[in-house]
């Protein structure tokens, strides 16, 4: 039995041609440096250097662009003598925050609304809900400072909350949204039959399931607000800058280290907040 294995697999030698094998580990290298891996290695790379390159020089001794050696110097400047900036990063916060929050509230009931009662202007809410995905950044600031003008309303951080939570509605609608597409209705139903009045249902039923949508269009919009320029610079008046304003106005005299310096450090607490509420989100979708 031994002798006919050994004179099978001597035979099945023999029909393959030297250096065949040779010839599959070759095409086996080539095909792990393709043309989509090496467009993707080559995107990485022209996405993640600017950053290495600008964590490098938060570090730098000197101002320029010549190395001149390693320095904590401007992590100084930073955290002990830089109380406009803190200002500015604090509005920044708290309207992404607040106006997060409002635009989360308002675009799941508007989302839970739309989506189960049926009524008149349904769809007409739902095709103008989107009109601030759609239009211009530059139509909807000046579109919000006219009516601002309009009512007499000083311009302020005040201002600033309003214009947010307008234009960060609708990606907090639309998450929702997506979320109510795969609700199974059959729940509501069972809800009813076991006694739930309707406030309870939304409340212990319908919110609870929407959840991980709910969450994802608040962390949506707090990271449009927090990185908006554009409609705040039209909406803000004196003594309300935010972030990105004051960022604006500093690297018009040339870019600084501190912003260096701030970036990285909001890098860093980006990560960490990612890496902590990935698990969350994941229990509360398993849920």
Wanted: a positive charge; hydrophobic letters at 50%.
């Amino acid at each position: 039995m031994k002798l006919n294995i050994k004179s099978v697999i001597t035979s099945l030698r023999s029909v393959v041609p030297p250096g065949e094998s040779a010839r599959h580990a070759r095409r086996a290298y080539r095909r792990q440096f393709s043309f989509s891996q090496t467009l993707f290695i080559v995107t990485m790379v022209f996405l993640f250097l600017p950053l290495f390159v600008l964590i490098l020089y938060s570090f730098n001794g000197s101002k320029g662009m010549n190395w001149t050696g390693f320095s904590f110097r401007w992590y100084e400047q930073l955290f002990l003598h830089s109380r406009d900036l803190w200002r500015a990063f604090r509005n920044s916060v708290f309207i992404a925050l607040s106006s997060a929050a409002t635009a989360t509230i308002l675009g799941t009931f508007g989302a839970i609304g739309v989506n189960w009662y049926r009524f008149r202007l349904r769809n007409y809410i739902q095709a103008i809900s989107f009109m601030p995905m759609i239009l211009p950044e530059i139509i909807i600031g000046v579109s919000l400072s006219l009516f601002f003008a309009g009512i007499k309303l000083q311009l302020g951080l005040l201002t600033i909350f309003i214009a947010h939570a307008t234009f960060n509605l609708p990606f907090v609608f639309l998450m929702v949204m997506a979320r109510l597409d795969e609700f199974d209705f059959s729940i509501i139903e069972a809800a009813h039959d076991l006694g739930a009045n309707e406030r309870q249902t939304l409340l212990k039923v319908t919110i609870p399931i929407c959840m991980p949508g709910i969450i994802s269009g608040f962390l949506t919009a707090v990271t449009i607000s927090l990185e908006d320029f554009v409609i705040t610079s039209f909406v803000s008046g004196p003594g309300s800058s935010t972030l990105p304003i004051y960022i604006y106005s500093a690297i018009r005299f040339g870019v600084s280290p501190v912003i260096n310096a701030l970036s990285v450090v909001m890098i860093l607490g980006t990560v960490a907040l990612t890496y902590l509420l990935r698990n969350f989100l994941k229990y509360i979708a398993a849920k």
